[in-house]
């Protein structure tokens, strides 16, 4: 599931669909809250990044000198969405939810449509703290439901349940800041930051 509930089937995906160029200003518009553009140029890291739809939503919305780290457990091959001037994208291969990430003192980790592959998400989130610079957040993109969406959203986690998930890991701040409809109907797609 993309952003706005448009398909595009292809076969090098691994979940048969990817989002399409056009959908570049709906991601940026979902994502996009009062918590950015920080101050400063910041690290930030996308995890799952799929096509890269969110890593470039996300560089759109960074300061000038900004660096985004796309991470994908299957080859990466970013779709040619426009990067801003004076962003630096680097895209390497792992799987986030069996080996380490690489990187440190990050301004913020973005996973869009990407927790929902995690069953043990409270190990996920702290080990993946330690990556974070003190003040470091969160931005996840998630379907507002527990119930499992279908066999490419095996475990999703609602706006509430995340909100209780990220506080019992010490998170003081889970902020809905854009929510669109989805495909499913019945599991609205939302954005959440987390501080």
Not at 69 to 97: C, G, W
Not at 174 to 179: D, F, H, L, N, P
Request: charged share 15%; net charge negative.
């Amino acid at each position: 599931m993309n952003c706005c509930g448009v398909w595009r089937r292809i076969k090098r995906c691994p979940n048969e669909f990817t989002c399409t160029s056009m959908e570049l200003s709906a991601a940026i518009e979902l994502i996009q809250n009062v918590h950015l553009p920080q101050p400063n140029a910041a690290i930030w890291c996308d995890l799952g990044c799929g096509s890269g739809l969110f890593t470039f939503a996300l560089a759109h919305l960074l300061k000038a000198g900004s660096t985004v780290y796309a991470v994908d457990k299957t080859p990466i091959r970013l779709s040619n969405f426009s990067q801003p001037d004076d962003m630096a994208i680097h895209a390497f291969q792992l799987d986030f939810e069996t080996t380490p990430l690489p990187l440190r003192d990050l301004d913020g980790i973005l996973m869009a449509n990407s927790m929902h592959y995690v069953q043990d998400k409270g190990t996920l989130i702290r080990n993946l703290s330690a990556c974070l610079k003190p003040g470091g957040n969160f931005l996840i993109v998630e379907y507002d439901t527990d119930t499992p969406v279908s066999h490419w959203v095996p475990y999703p986690v609602g706006f509430r349940t995340l909100k209780q998930l990220f506080a019992s890991v010490g998170y003081a701040v889970t902020e809905k800041v854009g929510e669109r409809d989805s495909v499913y109907g019945r599991a609205n797609l939302y954005a959440a930051w987390v501080a």
